[in-house]
């Protein structure tokens, strides 16, 4: 029943603000004349408050004080402290994070360009400005490698000696021949340090031997001197130590 | 209603301010009337009228509105500052009230205070009529003087309150039911 009378409450309110009148709404409801009456004459009571009015007042005056309060607000008052809105909050926090910021700013492009430095330094040659780059990086790389993998970066470096010989011979002049005899010493202990980690038991040491021989031989063509004659020459400057020079006469001998 | 659109277009365009004066001329006698039913105070009443035209008049140009938003949203800042009021007043009052702090109470204790004065000025009937609404609850009052006072629809209402429109017409029913049943009481 309550709903009822809700619902046909609300369906006369509809009527009434569509512009039809209560007489016709109590007419459209009889059933719920009664009831509908005293609901209506409950809302005459409340339209009677509509005959609240502010009195008399002097609008003109009233405007011009809003006018004159607007305008004292937006001009600056120096001896008020000036509340930030909430969203200064997080410049303000901005410029305390601003060194840490541009600290980590600088760390990322510092961190991008060593890398780029050490990627663009893999195809230098001996001679060029970015190899000792690559030789530390490749220093770096050994001691932090695996004992049980040292084999393999050991057998890849003298991979990239024999390459570096190669090229350096290829398209050097005869200026280059001490770069190629420091190569070509270090191939001999990168060989030896393959062979210290048996790496060769896989079984590309022939194939190995055999490339060392190769550009050992293009060394001899090319500069007219016999390889071991750096070997002994090494060795009788007293550069390297005992191991080494029974190294050295160990892979001379191949 | 259509020139309150006209005027809000054309004071947003050329910011002139008759524009605004004559939605102020509009506005003016409902909004008083919204704050005297809730604290029967005439100056007070007064004054916070005015505050809420100083707050239209500063945002009514970066705000895009058409009649019926623009009513809710004058509303709302009324109502907004009605709250601040009762707040202030809670916070002067705490150690009178200590656990009568809502704002029914204020709004009870104001009619009680001002009872010989608001005889004269709302008279007799309507007085009679403050009274059995009384009653009501805050929410109640306010959504009874919306819809039969200023002629709001549902839409408006539940726009101001942030409520949905179901809510408000269920709110408006209890609410019309308890005033009727309230007065008829006093009547016998």
């Known amino acids: 029943m309550k709903y009822k009378t809700e619902k046909i409450f609300d369906n006369c309110l509809k009527l009434i603000s569509k512009g039809y009148s209560v007489q016709y709404c109590l007419k459209k409801y009889s059933r719920y004349k009664d009831i509908l009456e005293e609901y209506f004459s409950t809302v005459k009571h409340l339209e009677n408050l509509k005959n609240v009015k502010p009195e008399d007042i002097n609008i003109a005056e009233r405007l011009n004080k809003i006018y004159s309060s607007v305008k004292d607000s937006t001009e600056p008052d120096t001896n008020k402290i000036k509340r930030e809105p909430a969203a200064y909050g997080f410049v303000r926090r901005a410029s305390i994070l601003k060194p840490a910021l541009v600290f980590a700013a600088v760390l990322v492009i510092m961190i991008f360009s060593f890398t780029g430095t050490i990627y663009a330094s893999q195809d230098s040659l001996p001679g060029e400005n970015l190899y000792p780059v690559k030789k530390t990086a490749e220093n770096i790389q050994l001691f932090f490698y695996p004992e049980s993998k040292k084999g393999q970066l050991h057998f890849k470096l003298l991979n990239n000696r024999i390459y570096e010989a190669d090229s350096l011979m290829e398209s050097g002049s005869n200026s280059d021949m001490e770069l190629v005899e420091q190569l070509l010493l270090e191939i001999d202990e990168e060989y030896y340090q393959c062979k210290k980690f048996n790496f060769f038991k896989s079984g590309n040491e022939e194939e190995t031997t055999t490339a060392i021989n190769n550009i050992k031989n293009k060394y001899s063509s090319r500069y007219g001197r016999h390889s071991q004659d750096i070997q002994e020459h090494d060795v009788y400057n007293g550069d390297t130590g005992e191991s080494k020079d029974s190294r050295n006469g160990k892979s001379g001998g191949k | ?188």
């Open chain 2, 1 to 188: 209603m259509i020139d309150i659109n006209l005027y809000l277009k054309n004071f947003k365009k050329s910011g002139d301010n008759i524009w605004f004066e004559k939605i102020y001329v509009r506005f003016l006698p409902r909004i008083y009337r919204f704050f005297y039913l809730k604290l029967f105070d005439r100056h007070l009443s007064e004054d916070l009228t005015s505050e809420v035209f100083i707050r239209v008049y500063k945002n009514l140009r970066k705000v895009n509105l058409n009649t019926k938003t623009f009513q809710a949203w004058i509303y709302r800042i009324a109502s907004n500052l009605l709250m601040d009021h009762y707040r202030e007043k809670i916070r002067h009052k705490k150690e009178e009230l200590i656990d009568e702090t809502s704002d029914e109470f204020i709004e009870n204790d104001m009619l009680l205070k001002n009872s010989p004065l608001l005889k004269k000025e709302l008279g007799f009937k309507n007085f009679k009529l403050m009274e059995a609404m009384d009653k009501l609850t805050k929410l109640q009052k306010d959504v009874i003087i919306l819809k039969f006072v200023e002629n709001f629809d549902y839409w408006t209402i539940a726009n101001i309150f942030g409520k949905s429109q179901s809510t408000i017409r269920g709110i408006l029913f209890r609410a019309i039911t308890k005033l009727k049943d309230e007065i008829k009481n006093n009547r016998q």
